[in-house]
Each structure stands twice: as C-alpha cells, then as structure tokens.
C-alpha cells in the first residue's frame, strides 16, 4: 500500500469521526473507560505496527441525557457495539486477538459486546462509502504516530 493511499484513507475516516479529546458528551463514559483500556495496553498494539486508528461507532444515538432532572434515557437496549480499526493488513487474526482481550473489561464492565471490524486500506477503497457511513460520528480512541516506519504509536486519554 502506498503511503499516500493510506494518507487518503485516514484523512477520509478523520473527517467523519470525532477525536476523543475533542468529544465532551462522554457522560456514560464508554470511550473513556475504551481508550483507558487501549492506552494500558499500548504495548501490544504497537507490536503490531499496522493498526493506525480505531474507531467506535456512535454509542449515544441510543442514549439521551436530561439536563433538568440529571438523568439518562436510554432509548434502546444495545447488546454490541461496532470497533472498526484501519491499518495496512493483510492477516488479521492476532488484530482480533489482541484487541478482544484488551476490550473484554468493556465486556464485562459494560454488558455490552464489542464487535470488530478489521478494515484494511484496500479494503477501505474498494467500498469507502459504505464505512464512512457506518463510522459516521464515531469516536477515534486511538491513532497511531504518522512517521515513515511506524514505529511509534499515541492513545488519546
């Protein structure tokens, strides 16, 4: 894949997606206790050198905070919830496994079951329409360091 391509991809996903240090409606604080987990685990992802951004779906479509009498209102049961993460991948099955064990704390502490989409850069332009609107007002919680080599990766906390 060449550089540029994955440039196009990312700059793509970004204009859609909000940056979680950015998002201020967090008030369940699923993508915070989400990026935390990332962020702990680190480590593991930057061994896999080809992840450069995960996004969560938009979590709060379902929810409505009342300001008045502080309280939540959750306008729909949600059992999953929809993890895309892009890179230059080709095998995906070590993705899969290190991330559901970095989200399974999500799991337990959330009752709710992260589903992971695993969208490589080719994959990505053979159907962009088709994730930018699934990914539409997501949350990017983690976006790995842009350099030549990618050897370095950054979690927003």
Same mark, same amino acid.
């Given at each position: 894949?060449?550089?540029?391509?994955? &440039?196009?991809?990312? +700059?793509?996903?970004?204009?859609?997606? @909000? &940056?979680?240090?950015?998002?201020?409606? &967090?008030?369940?604080?699923?993508?915070? #206790?989400?990026? $935390?987990?990332?962020? @702990? +685990?680190?480590?593991?992802?930057?061994? !896999? @050198? %080809?992840? *450069?951004?995960?996004?969560? =779906? *938009?979590?709060?479509? &379902?929810?409505?905070? !009342? =300001?008045?009498?502080?309280?939540?209102?959750?306008?729909?049961?949600? =059992? /999953? /919830?929809?993890?895309?993460? #892009?890179?230059?991948?080709?095998?995906?099955? +070590?993705?899969?496994?290190?991330?559901?064990?970095?989200?399974?704390? #999500? #799991?337990? =502490?959330?009752?709710?079951?992260?589903? !992971? $989409? $695993?969208? %490589?850069? *080719?994959?990505?332009?053979?159907?962009? %329409?088709?994730?930018?609107?699934?990914?539409?007002?997501?949350?990017?919680?983690? +976006?790995?360091?842009?350099?030549?080599?990618?050897?370095?990766?950054? /979690?927003? %906390?």
């Amino acid at each position: 894949m060449v550089v540029q391509n994955a &440039d196009r991809v990312i +700059e793509a996903v970004k204009e859609v997606t @909000q &940056d979680i240090n950015s998002y201020e409606q &967090d008030f369940l604080g699923f993508y915070k #206790f989400i990026a $935390n987990s990332i962020f @702990q +685990e680190r480590e593991r992802l930057e061994k !896999l @050198q %080809s992840i *450069d951004l995960i996004v969560i =779906e *938009d979590l709060y479509k &379902d929810y409505e905070q !009342l =300001e008045r009498q502080n309280l939540v209102l959750q306008k729909r049961e949600r =059992e /999953v /919830v929809q993890v895309f993460i #892009f890179g230059d991948f080709e095998g995906d099955t +070590e993705i899969t496994w290190e991330m559901s064990e970095i989200l399974a704390d #999500f #799991f337990v =502490e959330y009752l709710v079951m992260p589903i !992971l $989409n $695993n969208i %490589s850069y *080719d994959k990505f332009e053979a159907m962009p %329409s088709y994730f930018l609107e699934y990914i539409k007002d997501g949350v990017r919680v983690y +976006e790995a360091k842009r350099s030549l080599h990618r050897d370095s990766a950054e /979690v927003h %906390s």
